[in-house]
C-alpha cells in the first residue's frame, strides 16, 4: 500500500520495496493466505471488493482519500492497496491513521468477514515499514520470523509489537554476535500473523530501532540428509521397512496379478472362443492340421501311460507324479499331451534355470516362466552396492542386499498365492482326501447330467423350460434352488485343478547354486500337494530324482512312470508315417540300428526330408554317437592322476563297452564283481547320469545294464571296431590288472614269510611238538594255490599286453 508499488497488470518485481514520498500517506493491507488451490483471479477480485469496502467505511468529512493502485501478492496471498487521504487540521497523522485503522476493525466485527476456505477472519493491517516484494524460490512463509533490530528492544518491546498481528507462541532471543545487529525469533501460532507481521514491519523504525523481518527457515537444505548418513544403524533399516512396505502394499499385488493372468491365461487370445472361431474359420481353412506325434499309429506305447497320467489328475492332489525316462524318451511330449485340456497350468522348465550363468539370470529366467512382474533385478545390484559401501564406512552390515536363497523363495511363494487363487481345493487343506474325492465325484456326476440334459430334443428342452418356470414361481422350489446354488459352491471340478509340472528336475547343469535350487523347488512342491492344492508333476531324466524329493515328502509313494524306447515295429511304423512308403520301401534296417529313439528318429527324418539319403543319415547319426561317447567317457583331465573325474576311469567304461558291443544286456551283478569295479557301484550311477548306460531295475534293485541310447549298440561295435585305440585300452586295462595281481603276491608271500619264520633250520614247530600244526599248513597251501592262480593270470595278462603292443604297432604303421 505504498505510492510506487507496481499495478494489478504488472507482477511484483522481485526485489521492489516500497517508498514514502510523503508523510500523509500509509498502506493497508489486508490476507487471506490463498496461495495455491484457489484460482488466482478470483482470490485477486474477492480480496478487492473488500478491501474497497473497508475503506469505503472511513469516508467522513474528517477525510477524504484517493485511491492510486493496488498490488495482489501472490506468494502470501494478500493485497497491497496505495490510497492517499486529506484530513484537517485538527487532526494529526498519527490520529487520521488510528480512525482509519479502527474504523476498519469496527466494520470487520459488525460484518464478521472471514474466508471460506480456512474459517479465519480477515484482517487488516497499516504497513508500518518498507515491504520487501520478493519471488525467490528458496523463501517461502513460515510461522517463525527472525528480527534482526538495532537499539534497545527488550522480549516486552518485541511483544507489544508483534502481537497486534496474533497469538505468539514465544519470543527467543538469539545470542548476539560480535559486529552484528540483536536478533530474536518471534514465533506464531498462525501462517496469516507472521506473513502479516512480516509485511507491515519490515524496514520500520519503532524507538529510534531499525527493524528487519525475514522468515526463519526452520530446517536447514541438509539436514535430513545429515541425520541419515550419521545414523545409519536407524535409517538404513527405516529405509528397508519402508521399501519393503511399499513393495508389499503395491508391487506384491500387481504380481500375484500377474501370475494369475498367466497362470489363467487371461491375455492369451488363443483361449477365447470369438479369436478360436476366426482363427478355425479363416487360417485353418487354408492350412493342414498337424498330426500329433504322440497319437501317430507308431507311438502306440505311450497311450497308457498317458490314461494312467489322466487317472491322476481327476483325484486330489495327496503326492508327486514322477515322469522318467532317458533324454529324448518323449517325455515332456507325453506330459504336455495328457494336461493340454487342463485350464490352469504352471510350467517350470529346469533346464534353462540350471544352465544359467549367474545368480540374477536364474531369478530372471524363473520370473519370466511363471509371470513374476516386475521383478526390479537392477535393484539386487544397487542394494547389494549400498551394503558393500556402509561396511566399509561404519564396519557393520546394513542387511540390505538379499540372498539368492531369500530372492527364490519370495518368488515361489508369490507364486503359491497365485496358484491358490485358481485352485478351487484352496479352502480345503483341512479336509480329507477322501472328502474331496466325494466332492469330485459329485461334480463330475452333475456335469454328466447336465450333458445329457443338453443332448436332448426339444421337446424334453420345453419340458425342461417349463419346469424352470414353475421352480421359479413356487416359494418352496426357490429355497430348493438357493440350496442346490449353495451345494454348487462347494463343488470341486477336476479340471479346474492347477498342474504344476517342473520339467527338466535335476537335470545336468553347470550352473550356480543347482543343489538349492532342486532342494527349493522340491519344498514348495511338497508345500502345493499337502495342502491339496495342485498336482505336481516331476519331468527327468536323471534316475537319482526321487531323492530329494523323498526328503521334502517323507512317508509318501510316488505316481511313478518309466517310459522307455520304442519297440523296432512301433518305430519303423513311426517312419512309414512321416516318410513316403514307395519312395523309401525298405527301412527295417536303418530302424534296426536307430533303434526307438524320438529324438534319433526325428533327426532321421529332418535328414532324409533335406535330400540325405537313408545310407548317409545313419552314417551320420552313427558319427555323432561314436563322438559323443568318446567325449564323454574317455576324454578326462591329464593331470587327473586317477583319471576318475567323471566318476568312473577308461578302462572300466571300457570293459562295459566291450561287453554291451556283443549283446544288448548284460548283468549288472557280473560287471560289479569284476575286478576293475571291485563291488563299487559308483562308477555305474555316474555313467548312467550321463546317459552313457541305462540300468534296467527288477524287484527294486539293478538287474540289468543296457546302452545309453539305442544307437550307441551299433556305436560301440564301431569303437571296437577301431583296432588301435582297441589295443591301447587293453594295453591299459591288462597294465591295471598285472598291477593289481602283483600286488596280490607281494602280499601273499609277505604272508608266507611271516609263517616260515615260525619254524627252526630243519622244519620243526617253533613252539614245540615237531609237527606243523594241521591250521597253520592248510594256510600255507591256501597261499601256495592263490600264488598259482595269480601267476597264472599275471601271465596271461602280460601275454595280452604283448599282443595288444604288437597290434598298436602295425596301427602306427597304417597311419
Not at 472471514?114 to 519471488?135: I, S, T
Not at 522348465?349 to 550363468?357: G, H, S, V, W, Y
Not at 619264520?757 to 617253533?766: E, F, M, V
Amino acid at each position: 500500500m505504498c505510492p510506487h508499488s507496481p499495478t494489478r497488470s504488472t507482477p511484483a518485481s522481485p526485489h521492489k520495496t516500497f517508498k514514502r514520498p510523503f508523510v500523509q500517506e500509509q498502506c493497508l493491507s489486508t490476507w487471506s493466505h490463498i496461495i495455491l488451490y484457489i484460482n488466482a483471479q478470483d482470490t485477486y477480485k474477492r480480496i478487492y471488493a473488500f478491501t474497497h469496502a473497508v475503506l469505503q467505511t472511513t469516508t467522513t468529512s474528517k477525510h477524504s482519500k484517493t485511491f492510486h493502485e493496488d498490488l495482489f501478492y501472490r506468494k502470501n496471498g494478500g493485497m497491497f492497496v496505495h490510497f492517499s487521504y486529506v484530513h484537517p487540521s485538527s487532526y494529526t497523522t498519527k490520529e487520521a491513521l488510528k480512525e482509519i485503522e479502527s474504523r476498519c476493525e469496527l466494520h470487520l466485527m459488525s460484518h464478521g468477514h472471514y474466508m471460506w476456505f480456512n474459517f479465519q477472519k480477515v484482517r487488516a493491517f497499516l504497513v508500518k515499514g518498507e515491504p520487501f516484494l520478493e519471488d525467490m524460490a528458496s523463501r517461502y512463509p513460515n510461522k517463525r520470523i527472525r528480527v534482526e533490530y538495532t537499539g534497545n528492544l527488550e522480549v516486552e518491546g518485541l511483544y507489544t509489537l508483534f502481537r497486534k498481528y496474533g497469538k505468539i507462541v514465544d519470543i527467543h532471543p538469539v545470542p548476539p554476535v560480535k559486529d552484528m545487529p540483536k536478533q530474536a525469533i518471534v514465533q506464531y501460532s498462525l501462517l496469516r500473523a507472521s506473513t502479516s507481521a512480516k509485511n507491515c514491519l519490515h524496514g520500520a523504525e519503532v524507538n529510534g530501532s531499525h527493524l528487519g523481518v525475514t522468515y526463519e527457515r526452520t530446517l536447514k537444505s541438509n539436514v535430513i540428509w545429515d541425520w541419515l548418513s550419521n545414523h545409519p544403524r536407524l535409517s538404513v533399516p527405516l529405509i528397508g521397512f519402508a521399501v519393503a512396505g511399499v513393495s508389499f502394499v503395491i508391487f506384491d499385488p500387481v504380481r500375484v496379478f500377474s501370475m494369475h493372468a498367466k497362470i489363467t491365461k487371461l491375455f492369451d487370445a488363443n483361449e477365447y472362443s470369438v479369436f478360436q472361431w476366426l482363427r478355425r474359420e479363416t487360417i485353418g481353412r487354408l492350412t493342414r492340421t498337424t498330426v500329433d506325434t504322440l497319437q501317430a499309429t507308431g507311438w502306440r506305447e505311450r497311450e497308457e501311460e498317458e490314461e494312467k497320467l489322466r487317472k491322476w489328475l481327476r483325484i486330489p492332489p495327496e503326492t508327486f507324479s514322477i515322469v522318467q525316462g532317458p533324454r529324448g524318451s518323449g517325455k515332456t511330449d507325453m506330459v504336455t499331451y495328457a494336461t493340454k485340456d487342463k485350464k490352469h497350468k504352471v510350467i517350470i522348465r529346469c533346464e534353462d534355470l540350471a544352465n544359467a550363468r549367474s545368480e540374477g539370470e536364474i531369478l530372471t529366467s524363473l520370473a519370466k516362466q511363471v509371470g513374476y512382474i516386475p521383478l526390479f533385478q537392477f535393484m539386487n545390484t544397487l542394494n547389494n552396492m549400498m551394503d558393500m559401501a556402509i561396511t566399509a564406512t561404519t564396519g557393520q552390515k546394513a542387511g540390505l542386499s538379499a540372498t539368492f536363497e531369500g530372492q527364490l523363495k519370495k518368488i515361489l511363494d508369490t507364486l503359491t498365492i497365485a496358484i491358490q487363487q485358481s485352485s478351487p481345493t484352496r479352502d480345503m487343506s483341512n479336509i480329507s482326501p477322501e472328502a474331496i474325492m466325494k466332492k469330485i465325484e459329485l461334480t463330475m456326476e452333475e456335469k454328466a447330467r447336465r450333458a445329457g440334459t443338453t443332448s436332448t430334443s426339444s421337446t424334453d428342452s420345453a419340458v425342461t423350460k417349463l419346469a424352470l418356470e414353475r421352480i421359479r414361481k413356487g416359494g418352496k422350489d426357490r429355497i430348493r434352488l438357493r440350496k442346490r446354488d449353495s451345494e454348487e459352491s462347494k463343488w470341486c471340478d477336476p479340471d479346474d485343478i492347477p498342474v504344476v509340472i517342473i520339467d527338466g528336475f535335476m537335470s545336468r547343469g553347470k550352473g550356480p547354486h543347482t543343489q538349492e535350487l532342486w532342494t527349493f523347488l522340491a519344498d514348495w512342491a511338497a508345500v502345493l500337494v499337502e495342502n491339496h492344492v495342485a498336482h505336481v508333476i516331476f519331468v527327468s531324466n536323471n534316475v537319482a530324482a526321487a531323492k530329494p524329493l523323498s526328503r521334502s515328502l517323507p512317508n509318501m509313494t510316488f505316481e511313478t512312470i518309466i517310459l522307455s524306447d520304442a519297440t523296432l515295429d512301433s518305430a519303423l511304423e513311426y517312419l512309414h508315417k512321416n516318410l513316403d512308403r514307395v519312395d523309401y520301401p525298405n527301412l527295417a534296417p536303418f530302424v534296426k540300428i536307430i533303434g526307438g529313439r524320438l529324438t534319433d528318429l526325428e533327426l532321421f527324418v529332418q535328414k532324409v526330408k533335406s535330400g540325405i539319403s537313408p545310407e548317409d543319415a545313419v552314417s551320420d547319426l552313427l558319427g555323432r554317437a561314436v563322438v559323443e561317447i568318446r567325449k564323454s567317457a574317455f576324454d578326462s583331465d591329464p593331470g587327473d592322476k586317477d583319471k576318475k573325474a567323471h566318476g568312473w576311469t577308461p578302462i572300466q567304461f571300457w570293459l562295459v563297452l566291450k561287453q554291451l558291443a556283443n549283446a544288448e544286456a548284460v548283468s549288472y551283478d557280473e560287471l560289479k564283481i569284476h575286478p576293475l569295479f571291485k563291488y563299487d557301484e559308483g562308477p555305474f550311477s555316474a555313467m548312467e547320469q550321463a546317459e552313457l548306460i541305462a540300468i534296467s531295475h527288477k524287484n527294486g534293485r539293478p538287474c540289468l545294464v543296457r546302452p545309453g541310447k539305442p544307437i550307441y549298440h551299433a556305436a560301440f561295435q564301431e569303437i571296437l571296431a577301431d583296432t588301435g585305440f582297441a589295443a591301447v585300452m587293453d594295453l591299459e586295462s591288462n597294465t591295471f590288472l598285472d598291477k593289481d595281481e602283483m600286488a596280490k603276491v607281494a602280499k601273499w608271500e609277505g604272508e608266507l614269510r611271516e609263517l616260515s619264520s615260525l619254524l627252526h633250520k630243519d622244519g620243526s614247530w617253533i613252539f614245540g611238538g615237531g609237527r606243523v600244526p594241521k591250521e597253520v599248513d592248510a594256510r600255507v597251501k591256501w597261499l601256495m594255490k592263490k600264488l598259482s592262480e595269480s601267476h597264472v593270470k599275471v601271465e596271461k595278462y602280460e601275454k595280452e599286453m604283448i599282443h595288444s603292443k604288437m597290434v598298436i604297432a602295425e596301427a602306427a604303421k597304417q597311419c
